[in-house]
């Protein structure tokens, strides 16, 4: 008789164990019974029947998802090989067991060919300069994919454009040519600038014609500077002309 009771207890224990589910925060418990949809379950403890009811067990924590390397052909014909990110996260667990296999399986291969089929309407330039827009565009049309899944994408981001090395030097010297543009274009600025204030002065110089004088002094002086130096200089007739004007004056 006491074995009997002990074989019960076990039975009953085991029943137990199967019928009480425990479903953290994080997670929901998808019920089937006999095959036919219930509903989600949790989070906390709830009890099923053994046998009967199947419970199927989903994350509902944001997946954080490598998109293999892609070689994509740019609009521009320029081979490039993208890799990205996605994050994404179950909102609805009921769809994301009804109505796909494997929810992260079917992101991964619908991000895959969004991720070749955006890139390739785009130009190289844009790709590298506009990758904000692409992030964008690439998660929102991922996004209405996944959406009847019950999964939500919130972002992707494009993490590394590979060029080939043909590409990379094409590149470098277009990026030198264009600096070179720029230098050219700055020092003819300089130029233009520095004609107009020349001009400028001529005509101060013209309308003054002590002004020479004085310029030539300043250089001089600027000449000087340098003690080791020996100049020598011829003296205008004007300043002669001036020491007479001021000597016969003072006769």
């Known amino acids: 008789m006491y074995i009997w009771i002990v074989i019960?207890?076990?039975?009953?224990?085991?029943f137990i164990s199967m019928a009480v589910k425990v479903?953290?925060?994080?997670?929901?418990g998808v019920l089937f019974r006999l095959g036919r949809l219930v509903g989600a379950r949790g989070p906390g403890?709830?009890?099923?029947?053994?046998?009967?009811?199947r419970m199927?067990?989903?994350?509902?924590?944001?997946?954080?998802?490598?998109?293999p390397s892609q070689e994509v052909i740019t609009k521009d014909n320029v081979t490039v090989r993208v890799n990205a990110v996605v994050f994404f996260r179950v909102v609805n667990p009921?769809?994301?067991?009804?109505k796909v296999l494997d929810h992260v399986r079917a992101t991964s291969q619908i991000a895959q060919t969004t991720l070749r089929n955006v890139l390739g309407q785009s130009e190289l330039d844009e790709l590298l300069i506009q990758r904000e827009k692409l992030n964008q565009m690439l998660q929102k049309i991922i996004d209405e994919h996944t959406d009847p899944w019950g999964v939500k994408v919130s972002t992707v981001e494009i993490k590394e454009v590979e060029l080939t090395e043909e590409?990379?030097?094409?590149?470098?010297?277009?990026?030198e040519a264009e600096r070179e543009r720029?230098?050219?274009?700055?020092?003819?600025?300089g130029e233009l600038q520095a004609s107009e204030k020349l001009a400028q002065a001529a005509a101060v110089i013209g309308r003054e014609p002590n002004a020479i004088q004085l310029r030539y002094l300043s250089t001089l002086a600027e000449i000087a500077s340098g003690k080791s130096s020996t100049i020598i200089f011829p003296i205008?007739?004007?300043?002669?002309k001036a020491f007479g004007v001021k000597a016969d004056e003072k006769k």
């Open 56 to 67: 199927v067990r989903v994350d509902l924590r944001v997946v954080t998802m490598d998109v």
């Open 182 to 189: 720029r230098a050219k274009i700055i020092n003819a600025e």
């Open 23 to 28: 479903v953290p925060e994080y997670e929901r």
């Open 236 to 240: 205008p007739m004007e300043f002669l």
């Open 167 to 175: 590409m990379k030097r094409s590149m470098a010297a277009q990026a």
């Open 94 to 98: 009921e769809d994301s067991v009804v």
């Open 8 to 14: 019960i207890a076990f039975i009953v224990l085991i």
């Open 45 to 53: 403890i709830f009890v099923i029947i053994p046998f009967i009811d």
